[in-house]
């Protein structure tokens, strides 16, 4: 039989050397698979930072589209640690004091990610500041139904609300009066308008709003009355940011339109006079004991940042305060 030099002229391809370039082929090809993977990697990389560029120059003004990701392993700046410090030291203050009973903050500077978080897995009364979640699902649903948003619904009145809150009259929904349902969860927003959210609520399941939360890795349900932390809560926001969940488009609407809130006693309080503020504000009350929650993203000329904060106490005025002045104490990085 005829011996194929394959190796060099003057070698023979025994069994044993047979094995040799068996194994010798098998670790070049995992080499080069690894090699690949590498390669892949730093090039999703690249690509990722130019789409970001291309995103920043382009017509958003509330978002900015990279994949929603936590980056909770980065390390904290010096500037960050002192930060948190005054904000602690704060909180006990006011808790040892009896202002406020309890205190939950989550910060994330959105330009490169560190966080820092005080007593942020603490879960407080969702309230009003479900309704956000809520219009969330509703534009998810209306991607794959169009015109779900322009349906027209004519305002009744319902007997058995035991709507209580007080608004001007010219925010207040008109009998028999149309409206969209992209209006009404506008209402729904600004206004925090249980009426409106009533109406907004005809058009989604609570099978489909319990799948919003599931696929968003929130565990907050209707089988804990929807409490939630400040870190889960700010997980909205970051998605908006992000435009992780809905389209882009959507996702700067309903950025745009938590811009448009009126409520100014919480977060707003002490910001510089034209800074804009996309946030959701909520609260509870039930025999002397309540909770006030505002949380939002802060824009401002260097990149945003998020703030979330919820307290828990008897005065709705004292928890006003301690929100407002969390939020004068925010100094993030440049």
Not at 133 to 143: G, N
Not at 177 to 201: F, G, H, P
Not at 270 to 296: A, N, R, Y
Request: proline share 2%.
């Amino acid at each position: 039989m005829k011996e194929i030099n394959i190796i060099g002229q003057n070698e023979k391809v025994t069994p044993t050397l047979r094995r040799k370039v068996l194994l010798l082929s098998g670790s070049m090809i995992l080499f080069g698979m690894i090699i690949g993977l590498m390669f892949g990697f730093w090039l999703d990389e690249d690509v990722v930072d130019i789409l970001s560029e291309r995103r920043l120059k382009g017509s958003y003004q509330f978002i900015n589209p990279l994949l929603e990701c936590d980056s909770s392993l980065g390390e904290k700046n010096i500037k960050l640690r002192n930060m948190e410090y005054l904000i602690k030291t704060y909180i006990d203050q006011v808790v040892r004091s009896g202002k406020v009973d309890t205190v939950a903050v989550y910060f994330r500077d959105l330009n490169n990610g560190p966080w820092m978080g005080i007593n942020e897995d603490d879960e407080f009364a969702g309230a009003s500041l479900l309704k956000l979640p809520l219009a969330m699902a509703v534009y998810k649903k209306s991607e794959s139904n169009i015109g779900l948003l322009g349906t027209m619904v004519a305002y009744k009145e319902d007997k058995n609300s035991n709507n209580t809150q007080t608004f001007d009259l010219d925010m207040k929904l008109k009998l028999g009066k149309k409206y969209t349902l992209e209006e009404l969860i506008e209402r729904m927003l600004v206004n925090s308008d249980n009426e409106a959210k009533l109406l907004v609520e005809k058009f989604i399941t609570g099978a489909e709003v319990a799948n919003f939360f599931e696929e968003l890795g929130i565990h907050s349900s209707v089988d804990n009355n929807y409490d939630i932390s400040v870190r889960e809560y700010g997980a909205f926001f970051r998605i908006l940011y992000n435009s992780s969940y809905l389209s882009r488009e959507n996702s700067e609407k309903i950025l745009r339109i938590l811009s448009k809130v009126s409520y100014s006693s919480g977060l707003k309080k002490w910001l510089p006079e034209g800074t804009v503020l996309s946030h959701k504000f909520g609260e509870k009350l039930i025999d002397g004991s309540g909770q006030l929650h505002d949380c939002g993203m802060v824009y401002r000329e260097r990149p945003p940042y998020l703030i979330c904060v919820m307290t828990r106490g008897s005065k709705v005025k004292e928890m006003e305060k301690v929100i407002a002045e969390i939020s004068k104490k925010v100094k993030p990085s440049d």
